[in-house]
């Protein structure tokens, strides 16, 4: 009987494959590239909302409010539409391949592609990767998911390693969306979201603070949540509050599984077995931050 493929796998492919997209954010290259373009990059927000809103066209701010759910819409305002006087949406994806590929080649080595360069991926591995990757986002159903529709629109690079970047971010969209309507069905609004994820220890109040909300629409929104038990008056979840995000996270495992199944569970085994150098590197850059406000890594 052929293994089954696991919501616990299928969330540990998301860790894997997280911190490998999530290199854009951060990475020096990225904001070389940002800085050309003309984004200011004292910090990563001007570029950030470029970078990951770009798929999606020159939209306007209640678009990449409603997309991305969790910002505060007048922080969302202070970047969109702006981010397109800057540079039009075509612009910024040439870029985003671009930074993408100085920062792999710096983290994974000149040649990341090529199996005789001792300091890369390996070239099978990294191939194999990402065609399993990529069978994954190919399979993946976009319908009600804008992000990961507007990412599995464009086109595919031709490098393998930018192909891995490019299925990683396909799947984490996908991922997300699904996580959004998972939101929804629990009835939790965007500050709600981050105030109940915090109130499970997922990261600290600070780190959600990254969201631009203020300290008064925190604390009416974590007064919400204790009219309804699900957190006390500190802040910390109640066991109603801890079931309702459990929940969440179930149903958003369960909502990011559909892609998984195209390449079984024997494939997605083989592609955690890949993707573990990969991440080891990421992380061992120093890039990331130790924590983040989607509670990868917490504890």
């Not at 089954?4 to 796998?9: A, G, P």
């Not at 399993?132 to 507007?150: C, I, K, N, V």
């Not at 910390?236 to 569970?265: F, K, S, Y």
Request: aromatic share 8%.
């Amino acid at each position: 009987m052929p293994e089954e493929l696991t919501h616990q796998r299928v969330r540990q492919l998301w860790h894997l494959l997280e911190p490998l997209h999530a290199v854009l954010y951060y990475a020096p290259e990225a904001f070389d590239e940002a800085a050309a373009l003309g984004y200011p990059t004292e910090d990563r927000w001007p570029s950030y909302f470029a970078w990951r809103a770009a798929p999606l066209g020159p939209v306007g701010e209640a678009v990449v409010t409603a997309a991305f759910y969790s910002f505060n819409p007048a922080m969302t305002g202070r970047y969109v539409p702006a981010a397109w006087d800057v540079a039009a949406p075509a612009k910024v994806l040439a870029a985003r391949e671009r930074a993408v590929d100085r920062a792999y080649r710096s983290i994974f080595g000149d040649n990341p592609d090529d199996p005789d360069d001792p300091a890369g991926l390996g070239a099978p591995a990294l191939a194999e990767a990402a065609a399993l990757a990529r069978r994954a986002a190919e399979a993946a159903r976009t319908a009600g998911r804008p992000l990961a529709a507007a990412n599995a629109a464009l086109p595919w690079p031709g490098p393998p390693h930018l192909q891995l970047w490019h299925a990683a971010t396909v799947l984490r969209e996908h991922r997300g969306d699904g996580h959004l309507a998972a939101l929804l069905a629990a009835d939790l609004d965007a500050v709600e979201s981050l105030v109940s994820f915090a109130a499970v220890g997922a990261a600290d109040e600070e780190t959600f603070a990254s969201r631009g909300w203020s300290g008064a629409e925190w604390a009416a929104a974590r007064s919400r949540l204790a009219a309804r038990g699900l957190v006390t008056e500190d802040g910390t979840a109640t066991d109603a509050g801890r079931e309702l995000r459990a929940e969440v996270e179930r149903r958003t495992d369960e909502l990011a599984t559909a892609p998984w199944r195209a390449i079984g569970a024997d494939g997605a085994e083989r592609l955690a077995e890949l993707l573990g150098g990969p991440w080891l590197k990421v992380l061992g850059s120093g890039l990331l931050p130790a924590e983040n406000t989607l509670g990868i890594g917490k504890g």
